[in-house]
């Protein structure tokens, strides 16, 4: 039996990747935050930088979750309506959201690279404090909200193929079979 294209398990493990790597960015910069307020508050002897650092990384740590939300289906939804109108219903409006939600990121894309090459680049930003280039944060945000428009494609094509087989979205099947057995 041939198995059906399956977006989130084709991209499944790569985008885990990388939000994984927002994850552990996200507890080495509270790391940072944490041991920066203790030597500020017991020694007054701050560590330099770490504005810096946090403003910057926390752009990266967000961006770095788009992926794994774009393929488990967690962006904005009104999944309400489409349990009104059945399952068939439900598989369409999947559809509808998906160019929806592929047509935002294509023009964040796009603003992003504007404003990665114009505001940031091509003037060469520096942090405040440490005087890094703020450049390569954002080429790095760039890239992961660009990655994010093939993945959406996969996902409405995913998307598609359930419409037209009926068949609900991962996410929602396994809620329905929990329902069932009552777990």
């Known amino acids: 039996m041939e198995r059906s294209f399956d977006a989130q398990r084709l991209l499944g493990r790569w985008t885990h990747g990388i ?3 927002g994850a552990i960015g996200i507890m080495a910069l509270a790391g940072a935050v944490v041991v920066d307020v203790f030597l500020r508050s017991t020694f007054n002897a701050p560590i330099l930088g770490v504005d810096d650092l946090a403003k910057f990384n ?3 740590i967000v961006s770095s ?3 794994v939300c774009l393929v488990g289906g967690h962006f904005v939804t009104i999944r309400f309506l489409g349990k009104a109108l ?3 219903g439900a598989c369409w409006l999947e559809v509808l959201g998906g160019v929806g939600t592929l047509f935002i990121f294509i023009l964040l894309a796009w603003q992003f690279f504007r404003f990665t090459v114009f505001n940031i680049t091509l003037t060469g930003l520096e942090t405040d404090v440490l005087e890094w280039p703020l450049a390569p944060w954002w080429w790095v945000v760039t890239t992961i ?3 994010c428009v093939p993945i959406q494609l996969l996902v409405i094509y995913d998307a ?3 419409a037209i087989e009926g068949r609900l979205p991962a996410y929602e099947a396994h809620k329905e ?3 069932a057995t009552g777990g």
Do not use: C
């Open 65 to 67: 979750f788009f992926p």
């Open 58 to 60: 926390l752009a990266v």
């Open 19 to 21: 939000a994984l790597i």
């Open 177 to 179: 079979s929990e329902a």
């Open 160 to 162: 598609f193929r359930r």
């Open 145 to 147: 909200i660009f990655a």
């Open 86 to 88: 059945g399952n068939k």
